[in-house]
């Protein structure tokens, strides 16, 4: 089965409503004639309404970068799915190492948000992967999986099929490490067969995979050509369009 690949820019924490809306304007004559390959981007929230109508009838789709799991509530700070698809989202990042370490969250609370995005017709990208200590432990393979076996615990394999996954080994993340093409080939495969131990082989054929720690246009070639790399989410290299755009064109 042939899979798209789908290359995602997490701006984290940077760029204001101007510096969002520039970026964007240098991407898109960059990407709008690539062919193959899905393009998206996930800016903050304070810019998500801005960049939705700069992107209308374009190829790029757009990202949050975290939800809340409830519909509306007393949850100061938080925003919720149903927002999120007012103001144009397709997609919300999941369970991000940032989230996870700096934030508490769990595969639990990721679970919930996943659901809920199903819940109203956003689909997840959720992240795994594990930190350098657990690599060094030689428990990278039973940490991913319990990562995305609880967080796309509650659904069906339909709705699976429609994940997207990002494996993340967050020592690579800002670090400049990168996993090798190996490593990170390795990861990938192994995530597809637990996908279709639990949920079939025609569903865990049709996920799609990014590779999500320090991919940047030198290397991203490389780890594309792997058979279970399906894109990248982009960190550090989102935030300029020209690199982005070379990331973009390496997967098409």
Partial sequence: MA????????????????????????????????????????????????????????????????????????????????????????????????????????????????????ASGLLPIYCVGETLEQRDGNQTLPVVTEQLLVGLGNLDAGQVSNVVVAYEPVWAIGTGRTATPDQAQEVHAHLRAELAKKWGDETAQAVRIQYGGSMKPANAAELLAQPDIDGGLIGGAALKADSFAEICAAAA
């Fill in 3 to 118: 899979r798209t690949p789908f290359i995602c820019g997490n701006w984290k924490m940077h760029k204001t409503v101007g510096e969002a809306v520039e970026l964007i304007d240098g991407l898109l004559p960059r990407i709008e004639s690539l062919a193959g390959v899905e393009v998206g981007v996930a800016p903050t929230f304070t810019a998500l309404h801005a960049v939705s109508k700069r992107i209308t009838g374009s190829k790029i789709r757009l990202s949050a970068q975290n939800c809340h799991f409830e519909g509306q509530g007393a949850f100061t700070g938080e925003i919720s799915v149903g927002m999120l698809k007012d103001v144009g989202c397709m997609y919300s990042l999941v369970g991000h190492s940032e989230r996870r370490t700096l934030f508490g969250e769990t595969n639990d609370s990721c679970a919930k948000k996943i659901s809920a995005l199903f």
